[in-house]
C-alpha cells in the first residue's frame, strides 16, 4: 500500500519518481481500510526535503499511511515559503484534539540553547504530554529525540568540542528488538551534531534501553517502553547528499569545518558520495510502523485508553 499525499505537496512528485507508491485523497478514499495516522512534527528549517525524506521512508511499507505535517503554533519558518506551510501544515493548536497512531518529531538547529532557552520550549513540552493520550508510538530524532528524553527522564545533553560529522559505524546491541529486524551487527549512520547523550547518564533511568550505539559518537538507538517511544540520535533519513550539502554550505560562508569522516570516496569532497545507509533506514523505519500496525487499536478513538 502506499502512501498518502496531497497531489500538490513536492514531496508527492520526488517519490513518484522515485518509484515509491504515493496516492492521492480521492484515489485513498475509495479504499474501505484505516490507513495509519502518522504525524510529523517538522522542526528543521529545510521543510520540504526533511518531509520528503520522511515520506520517503515511512512509505515504503506495505500498509496505507496517512501523513499529517505539523508546526508548532507561534513559530514561524524563515527558510520555507509561507504559502506552503499555510497549505500543508496545520499548527499543533488545531491537531491537540486529534489522534495518531504515529508521530515524528524531527531536530531542531536549537542544540547550542538551554532547552528552556528554546522560543516554543513550552508548547513542545506540551506535544510531549499529548503523544501520552493521544500517540500511540513516537519517534524522536536528533534534537527531538534529546529534548523528549530531558522532558521524560532529565537525561542531560553535553556539548562536544568538535561536531561529530560524518558516517560512523555503529553497533547493534539488541538485534533481537523488533525494530531491529534484519539489522546487520555493523551499521554506517550519518551524523551531524554539536551535541551528545551519555551512556551512563541513560543508565541511570530505569526502562531506558539502547539499542544501537557507536564507540565513537555514543548512543544512537533508545527504546522508552514507558511513553511508547524510540529516539535515534543520528540522520538514517538523510539523503545521498544531505552531510555534502552542509558541508558546501559552510565551506561557501568561511566557517571552520572538517570534511565528513568516512563519507566522501577517498576523503575526496570533489568525487560523489555514496548512500551505504539507506537498506537500514528502510529497515529501521519498516519495523517501527509495523509495531504500530501490529499494536494500535483498531478504533482510533482508543488511542491512549
Known amino acids: 500500500m502506499p502512501i498518502k499525499l496531497p497531489e500538490t505537496l513536492p514531496a508527492f512528485d520526488?517519490?513518484?519518481?522515485?518509484?515509491?507508491?504515493?496516492?492521492?485523497?480521492?484515489?485513498?478514499?475509495?479504499q474501505d481500510i484505516r490507513p495509519l495516522r502518522i504525524g510529523l512534527l517538522n522542526l528543521m528549517p529545510k521543510k520540504i526535503q526533511t518531509e520528503t525524506q520522511f515520506a520517503r521512508l515511512i512509505?515504503?511499507?506495505?500498509?496505507?499511511?496517512?501523513?499529517?505535517l505539523i508546526r508548532?503554533?507561534?513559530?514561524?519558518?524563515?527558510?520555507?515559503?509561507?504559502?506552503?506551510?499555510?497549505?500543508?501544515?496545520?499548527?499543533?493548536?488545531?491537531?491537540?484534539?486529534?489522534?495518531?497512531?504515529?508521530?515524528?518529531?524531527?531536530?531542531?538547529?536549537?542544540?547550542?540553547?538551554?532547552?528552556?532557552?528554546?522560543?516554543?520550549?513550552?508548547?513542545?513540552?506540551?506535544?510531549?504530554?499529548?503523544?501520552?493520550?493521544?500517540?500511540?508510538?513516537?519517534?524522536?530524532?536528533?534534537?527531538?529525540?534529546?529534548?523528549?528524553?530531558?522532558?521524560?527522564?532529565?537525561?542531560?545533553?553535553?556539548?562536544?568540542?568538535?561536531?561529530a560529522f560524518g558516517c560512523f559505524r555503529h553497533r547493534t546491541l539488541v538485534p533481537t528488538s523488533p525494530y531491529l529486524r534484519g539489522f546487520s551487527d555493523d551499521v554506517l549512520i550519518p551524523v551531524s551534531r554539536w551535541t551528545e547523550l551519555r551512556q551512563s547518564d541513560i543508565d541511570k533511568v530505569t526502562g531506558l534501553r539502547t539499542l544501537i550505539a557507536s564507540d565513537e559518537v555514543g548512543p544512537c538507538l533508545i527504546e522508552d517502553p514507558a511513553h511508547r517511544a524510540l529516539m535515534i540520535l543520528n540522520h538514517f533519513e538523510y539523503d545521498s547528499t544531505t552531510l555534502k550539502e552542509e558541508y558546501d554550505?559552510?565551506?561557501?560562508?568561511?566557517?571552520?569545518?572538517?570534511?565528513?569522516?568516512?563519507?566522501?570516496?577517498?576523503?575526496?569532497?570533489?568525487?560523489?558520495?555514496?548512500?551505504?545507509?539507506?537498506?537500514?533506514?528502510?529497515?529501521?523505519?519498516?519495523?517501527?510502523?509495523?509495531?504500530?500496525?501490529?499494536?494500535?487499536?483498531?478504533?482510533?478513538?482508543?488511542?491512549g485508553q
Open 14 to 30: 520526488v517519490l513518484t519518481r522515485e518509484g515509491v507508491m504515493v496516492m492521492s485523497d480521492t484515489a485513498a478514499a475509495r
Open 249 to 303: 554550505r559552510d565551506v561557501k560562508a568561511g566557517k571552520a569545518i572538517d570534511v565528513p569522516l568516512n563519507y566522501y570516496p577517498e576523503n575526496d569532497p570533489a568525487k560523489l558520495p555514496l548512500n551505504r545507509w539507506r537498506s537500514h533506514a528502510h529497515l529501521l523505519y519498516g519495523s517501527w510502523i509495523n509495531q504500530i500496525y501490529q499494536t494500535t487499536p483498531y478504533d482510533i478513538a482508543r488511542i
Open 72 to 163: 508548532m503554533t507561534e513559530h514561524e519558518t524563515k527558510n520555507t515559503a509561507a504559502e506552503h506551510m499555510a497549505e500543508f501544515y496545520r499548527p499543533f493548536s488545531e491537531v491537540k484534539s486529534e489522534r495518531f497512531d504515529g508521530l515524528i518529531i524531527t531536530g531542531a538547529p536549537v542544540e547550542h540553547l538551554d532547552y528552556s532557552d528554546v522560543t516554543y520550549w513550552d508548547e513542545l513540552t506540551e506535544v510531549f504530554d499529548w503523544t501520552q493520550t493521544h500517540v500511540h508510538q513516537t519517534f524522536g530524532v536528533c534534537w527531538g529525540g534529546m529534548a523528549m528524553l530531558w522532558h521524560f527522564h532529565g537525561v542531560p545533553k553535553h556539548m562536544l568540542t568538535a561536531k
Open 59 to 68: 512509505g515504503a511499507t506495505p500498509l496505507q499511511i496517512e501523513l499529517s
